[in-house]
């Protein structure tokens, strides 16, 4: 089944063998047995590759939901283990990881020489229900998935710059900001929305960069101002807040992991430590 299911989802015998680490030849050799073990083609041959038939079709969510069974069964049983030794799966977004988290997670590992961190640093929403990753470290206003949510602390975002940006460019600036430069996003409705209703709106927008790391990078080098989270500066002194400007503080850092999951030692003990570090940089940053 697990043979199908990458097939279904890759498109090609291939793609599913490189997904397995497994070879084309075991791939379609567990397609074909499972064709003859139900009797039906599950997939058909297309310029675009291989496709689902109507069979293909009404088996796939079938095994998905077997899937989801076996990885709960799989969590459930990891949950009988009370012991702080292991792997988590962390999912969190690269800007976050790379410059406030990796620290913490060094920390957290000589502490527990017995647990492994695995790190996934993507800013997709990695779905903990479906038990893509253990635990993610999200940043929103509240989190609405049914899977257990602990508030680590509040994401204060502002508009921030070099202090040499500031003293070379903000006495200078017209009314509404003209004359001082936004680093662009692009065109995120949210954020022009940021910008028009800041202090600068007049300001001009210059690039455009979808990167927030990049953003960090530009900003301290002295390219203009940006939208950043208030622990940059607070890690990077050579930044400031922009004068006249306030923090946005509509949105919380969150740390999420499914429920099956709260029994597991290494995962409470990590949660924990992870909240603890950031209250304690909180307390250090003031």
């Not at 800007?95 to 590992?109: E, N």
């Not at 961190?117 to 993507?122: F, G, N, Q, V």
């Not at 997709?124 to 257990?148: C, M, N, Y």
Request: glycine share 6%; hydrophobic share 45%.
């Amino acid at each position: 089944m697990p043979f199908f299911l990458a097939v279904a989802r890759t498109g090609s015998l291939r793609a599913a063998a490189e997904q397995l680490g497994a070879t084309h030849a075991t791939v379609r050799r567990h397609v074909e047995a499972l064709e003859m073990a139900y009797g039906v083609q599950l997939f058909r041959r297309t310029r675009r590759g291989l496709t689902l038939t109507g069979a293909g079709e009404t088996l796939l969510p079938e095994a998905e939901e077997a899937e989801l069974l076996l990885s709960r069964a799989r969590n459930g049983l990891q949950g009988l283990d009370r012991e702080a030794a292991g792997r988590i799966r962390i999912s969190v977004d690269p800007m976050t990881g790379h410059f406030l988290l990796a620290p913490v997670f060094a920390a957290f590992c000589r502490i527990y020489p017995q647990v492994d961190l695995e790190i996934s640093l993507t800013y997709d929403i990695q779905a903990i229900g479906k038990l893509e990753t253990d635990v993610a470290i999200r940043h929103a206003a509240e989190i609405t998935d049914d899977v257990v949510a602990r508030k680590l602390q509040a994401l204060q975002i502002g508009i921030f710059a070099s202090r040499d940006y500031i003293e070379s460019h903000f006495e200078k600036a017209g009314k509404k900001g003209k004359g001082l430069e936004f680093i662009g996003y692009g065109p995120y409705p949210e954020l022009l929305d940021w910008i028009a209703n800041s202090p600068f709106p007049q300001a001009r927008v210059r690039h455009e960069v979808s990167d927030p790391e990049m953003h960090l990078h530009l900003v301290r080098a002295g390219a203009g101002m940006s939208f950043l989270p208030m622990w940059c500066a607070q890690k990077f002194p050579e930044l400031q807040r922009m004068p006249g400007s306030d923090l946005d503080e509509k949105r919380k850092t969150w740390v999420v992991f499914h429920e099956d999951l709260r029994r597991i030692k290494r995962v409470r003990m990590f949660v924990d430590f992870l909240a603890q570090s950031l209250i304690a940089f909180d307390r250090a940053s003031r």
